[in-house]
């Protein structure tokens, strides 16, 4: 028997934590007798016989106490980016609480807003796996590297402006990580680009890595009936419809909805007949999106796995105009769904899209150039309807929950060395 214990800050509300646990059910549901799979999370949604959160008020509220003073010190360090930060100092315990279960490896996800400390996590007894969502575990504070020409998790963190505090404390973070993350950790990589970044890291060069792109639920996120799909959700039949989505909604700037607004403005079609859909968070989006030409309509939030199935099944196309991702989750969805998509050739995206054969790939940032490749593609019926097909073959090929298990415990008995 192999018991993994999956460590995640929450399992929703997060791209991170969906994957966590979608991770974590789809090895559940793979049924292999000898895998048994629990998830513990910071948080606590749903408090299950495989799922655990935090149960004690005084540990909920000591919780949330360290999430909130991290918060507090991330602005008093004054970093000039707009990038998440972490510094993972307040003490949690779970270390101990890891120690003292009947389990054989640990399996880590998104651990911030202080859910383990960086040196709680160099004493953990067990061997480790961990997923890299983002490029926080072999950077210093921050989760996503300021530009390309940011190499520091290559070259180092020196100090370059003596008066910087952020300087002091990146150093001072990734010196920590050096000096306390010497037990057996091994890697997950979703994409090429994020195994790539891990291997030309000082703090993972040496680690063992392996490419898993994250789950999804082919049989939940499938082809539905476009006209039912659009009558359901109360959009025009009569429309092109255009889709983006993200938690942030248009809030978060590594997911571009600057520049899809940009694209927009390039698109040369008359108002009649396109239809803009968002979903995510609403707060302040309205802002952003209503100077746009065509009509927005706004979904808000969707809690429903089912009814974003519909969401996606309902567009003719969804665009991804990310400046960063690690997978590019919502683009793996919307190919499950059969809907063709285009983003920009970064990061994980590149493996999801195949350019002219499942979606677009535009180079980097060219706004003007995926407008042109969009509204050539709307206005091809049988070529969206040939990457669709090849959308849903793609998904079913390459991530489709019973494959990524597979993989998954495949790579826990090389890890273990169980035979």
């Not at 101990?96 to 040196?119: A, C, K, P």
């Not at 597979?406 to 790579?411: L, P, T």
Request: aromatic share 10%.
């Amino acid at each position: 028997m192999i018991r993994i214990l999956h460590l995640s800050y929450c399992d929703k509300h997060t791209g991170a934590g969906i994957a966590a646990k979608r991770i974590h059910n789809c090895i559940e549901d793979y049924n292999d007798p000898i895998i048994k799979s629990l998830l513990r999370i910071n948080t606590c949604s749903e408090d299950n016989q495989n799922i655990k959160g935090t149960k004690r008020p005084i540990t909920k509220f000591y919780n949330f106490s360290k999430k909130y003073i991290e918060r507090i010190l991330i602005k008093f360090f004054k970093y000039e980016d707009q990038i998440f930060h972490s510094i993972s100092a307040f003490p949690s315990l779970k270390h101990h609480e890891i120690n003292n279960l009947n389990i054989d490896l640990v399996h880590i996800h998104w651990v911030q807003h202080e859910t383990i400390s960086i040196e709680e996590i160099g004493k953990i007894k067990f061997p480790i796996i961990w997923t890299l969502h983002d490029c926080w575990p072999f950077s210093a504070t921050e989760h996503y590297q300021r530009n390309d020409l940011d190499k520091r998790y290559i070259n180092g963190y020196k100090i370059k402006n003596l008066f910087a505090i952020s300087d002091y404390v990146d150093k001072f973070c990734f010196f920590r990580k050096k000096l306390s993350w010497r037990n057996h950790i091994s890697l997950i990589a979703p994409s090429k680009w994020m195994r790539d970044c891990a291997k030309n890291s000082l703090l993972m060069k040496n680690k063992q890595i392996i490419i898993i792109p994250n789950p999804i639920d082919t049989k939940v996120f499938r082809p539905i009936n476009k006209k039912i799909a659009r009558k359901s959700l109360k959009l025009n039949n009569n429309k092109k419809v255009i889709l983006f989505g993200s938690l942030e909604g248009g809030q978060d700037p590594r997911k571009g909805a600057d520049l899809l607004i940009d694209v927009l403005k390039f698109l040369n079609f008359n108002k009649e007949d396109i239809q803009i859909v968002i979903f995510g968070k609403k707060k302040n989006d309205q802002d952003i999106f209503n100077n746009t030409f065509f009509e927005i309509k706004h979904l808000g939030i969707i809690n429903s796995i089912h009814k974003l199935s519909k969401v996606y099944s309902a567009a003719d196309i969804f665009i991804i105009p990310s400046r960063i991702e690690s997978f590019g989750q919502t683009a793996a969805e919307a190919q499950s769904c059969g809907t063709p998509v285009a983003g920009f050739d970064i990061g994980g995206i590149k493996d999801i899209i195949s350019h002219d054969e499942n979606g677009i790939l535009i180079e980097p940032f060219n706004t003007k150039k995926m407008a042109m490749a969009i509204e050539n593609l709307l206005k091809e019926e049988e070529k969206i309807l040939r990457f669709s097909k090849a959308s849903r073959e793609n998904a079913l090929n390459n991530w489709d929950n019973k494959k990524i298990a597979e993989s998954h415990i495949s790579f826990y008995k090389k890890v273990l060395n169980y035979e």
